[in-house]
């Protein structure tokens, strides 16, 4: 659908600096909108421009509070469809709820599928997102889905700061796939940690497979939620013999004692994006050097100007 329409960037509370800075990439400025609450906690959204026949980007990632920030989007969506806006794509740099993509126990939901129709039905056209925790819930949409990866700015990262003698790690077998394409772009070996997980957010590590005495290993992942599972991979890591530890992950949940985790783990340093915002303990840890953020506000801003100009975005892709 070509869009004759301007490019309006908008945000919800979510992740206003993400926003901004992808503004300042596409050079042109944040649309105009109240984003405050009534006194009972409901949200209070107006557009404070016209946006009838333009081409319209919401940035809100469902990070936590995952809830509160969701129904942000939601409305904002409905808001810009009653407005007339010609097209209206969410943008997700991180998608929550993406762990509950299947039926793997008896009686429970499938909550990535429920917020993808609630997306759908609330109006908006296509979705761009990263790095999602499944990448078959692309396919829960009945809209088009730009999937983009951190990968091309994190390797990027680690071409201009190489690590000497680096292995990439997967820690778990589901993360071998992500892992052999960083692996491969770096130019190193690959080894993978067999995870076991006995409950959410509880995870057992069993066995290290590859070669890691003497190495710099650099554990690749998605997400990392209380950090249980990528400081139990550092302790097996470090009981075979690796030599310094390093993390990197798209979307810095960091919830409950994750900071405290990692501060006391045997991870030399973290990357991370600005997928979402840092809590403040992650803040503390950034400061002090443990943390390390990249940002994608450019690579989000490419994927937006090539959705509007109705060129492909495979360039984008690793």
């Given amino acids: 659908m070509s869009v004759p329409g301007s490019i309006k960037v908008f945000s919800g509370n979510a992740n206003r600096s993400l926003a901004e800075d992808i503004c300042r990439e596409l050079s042109c400025d944040m649309g105009k909108a109240v984003t405050d609450r009534f006194s009972d906690g409901e949200f209070n959204f107006q557009i404070g421009e016209n946006v009838r026949g333009m081409d319209v980007f919401i940035v809100q990632p469902s990070c936590p509070p995952s809830d509160q920030n969701l129904m942000e989007l939601l409305i904002m969506i409905d808001a810009f469809v009653r407005s007339s806006a010609e097209r209206v794509t969410a943008v997700i740099p991180y998608f929550g709820y993406a762990r509950s993509d299947k039926k793997d126990r008896p009686r429970v939901p499938i909550a990535a599928k429920l917020m993808a129709n609630l997306i759908v039905t609330a109006g908006a056209h296509r979705v761009l997102t990263i790095d999602l925790h499944a990448s078959q819930i692309q396919g829960f949409f009945d809209i088009p889905v730009d999937h983009l990866y951190a990968a091309p700015v994190i390797v990027d990262y680690f071409q201009r700061n190489p690590i000497e003698n680096l292995i990439v790690v997967a820690p778990d077998t589901g993360g071998a796939e992500r892992a052999r394409a960083y692996a491969k772009r770096l130019d190193s ?46 302790s097996a890591l470090h009981a075979n013999g690796a030599n310094e530890i390093y993390a990197c992950f798209t979307h810095a949940v960091l919830s409950g004692k994750a900071t405290e985790n990692i501060a006391n783990s045997h991870i030399k340093k973290v990357i991370v994006t600005n997928s979402i915002p840092l809590c403040e303990k992650g803040e503390m840890l950034k400061a002090e050097g443990r943390i390390e953020v990249l940002n994608i506000a450019k690579l989000l801003a490419s994927a937006i100007r090539s959705i509007h100009d109705e060129t492909s975005v495979s360039s984008l892709f690793i």
């Fill in 189 to 234: 070996g690959l080894a993978l940690v067999d995870k076991r997980r006995e409950k959410a957010n509880v995870a057992e590590v069993m066995n290290v497979v590859g070669d890691v005495r003497g190495k710099s290993c650099l554990i690749i992942d998605d997400m990392c939620d209380t950090g249980g599972t990528i400081c139990k991979v550092a």
